[in-house]
């Protein structure tokens, strides 16, 4: 059999099937919708096999691949985020994250159904690409709503978080993998549901065990301390130092406590990708930076999640997860 290579990727039959559910099952994507495809070196296999079932769909496909950004939240060349609000789909596998960023927020602004697939993998393209999503869309929008109607959380763990913030007044935003009308943006793969907590608000203590934006899965935690709002201690290892060491780059808007998140995909599991960490069933996260694109106010130049592992969450009082056990009746 004659192999394909295109831009010295070899196409292979099984990521053009996890291309497939992208498109179809997630994108809905039609003959003659424009599709771009924005990638960078690193994702560049992913791209080409996005781009090329997208044109096998009949799509008007195109592929760009720009230079690697250097932080999760780096808004792409203008010329990127020209093409992405003249397109009718967006789909970025990209090695630094475009999600929080005012491209992909005017992108959608303009009707165009944006997934943003920041780190990617071909493991990950592969195993959760096959995940029910039916499954996930029920037991994210029953998360939202409790957060929706909620006004105060709190975390803790038994590693020593205690953290309490308020969300009132505040909408969450459901992740579903589910992306079919004008404007609708998110993850793939997906499985969250989260929301910006009021700034100025967070008080207490977050041991972040899991994986860490920036950084990777951890070996040892990282204890970050917020008061009003800010993150004003990070202590640990090496790991709590390269943190430190990326957050100095930048001013206090990027220590702020950003967006509270509970993830819900049970095919997901804690790889050292955010993309898929902040996703995992029996999960919450917490970001540092920016989330003025999802109802809050931080404009900042980076947005860095911390996944905390078996927690147990009280939303005004009333649990919604124990020990990392989700208590809802979907």
């Given amino acids: 059999m004659t192999r394909q290579i295109i831009l010295g990727v070899e196409v292979r039959d099984e990521l053009l099937r996890a291309a497939e559910v992208a498109l179809t099952r997630c994108l809905r994507v039609k003959p003659g919708e424009s ?40 808004e792409p060349p203008k010329p990127v985020a020209e093409a992405m609000k003249a397109a009718d789909v967006v789909i970025a596998p990209t090695s630094k994250s475009l999600t929080h960023t005012v491209a992909r927020k005017e992108a959608a602004e303009k009707g165009a159904r944006v997934a943003t697939m920041p780190g990617i993998t071909e493991d990950i393209f592969l195993r959760t690409m096959s995940v029910d999503y039916e499954l996930v869309q029920k037991l994210t929008e029953a998360v939202a709503k409790v957060l929706d109607e909620g006004r105060e959380v709190r975390v803790v763990t038994s590693l020593g978080t205690d953290l309490a913030f308020s969300i009132e007044n505040r909408k969450a935003r459901r992740s579903t993998g589910v992306l079919v009308n004008p404007g609708d943006w998110g993850n793939l793969p997906s499985g969250e549901a989260y929301i910006a907590p009021v700034e100025g608000t967070a008080n207490g203590v977050v041991i972040v065990d899991g994986s860490m934006a920036g950084v990777g899965v951890l070996t040892q935690p990282i204890k970050i301390l917020f008061k009003d709002g800010v993150a004003t201690q990070i202590e640990g290892g090496s790991e709590a130092a390269k943190l430190n060491e990326l957050l100095s780059k930048y001013g206090v808007e990027a220590r702020n406590l950003g967006e509270f998140g509970v993830g819900t995909n049970p ?30 106010r931080i404009k900042a130049p980076v947005h860095l999640d911390g996944i905390v592992m078996k927690p147990t969450v009280y939303v005004d009082g009333r649990l919604l997860m124990k020990e990392g056990v989700l208590l809802l009746d979907i």
């Fill in 267 to 296: 095919g997901a599991r804690v790889s050292g990708v955010v993309l898929e960490d902040e996703k995992v069933l029996g999960t919450i996260h917490i970001a540092l930076g920016s989330n003025f694109d999802f109802g809050g």
């Fill in 35 to 74: 599709v771009l495809i924005i990638t960078d070196e690193p994702l560049r296999n992913i791209g080409v096999h996005l781009w090329v079932k997208a044109r096998e769909l009949g799509a008007e496909a195109i592929y760009v691949e720009m230079i690697a950004r250097k932080v999760h939240g780096e």
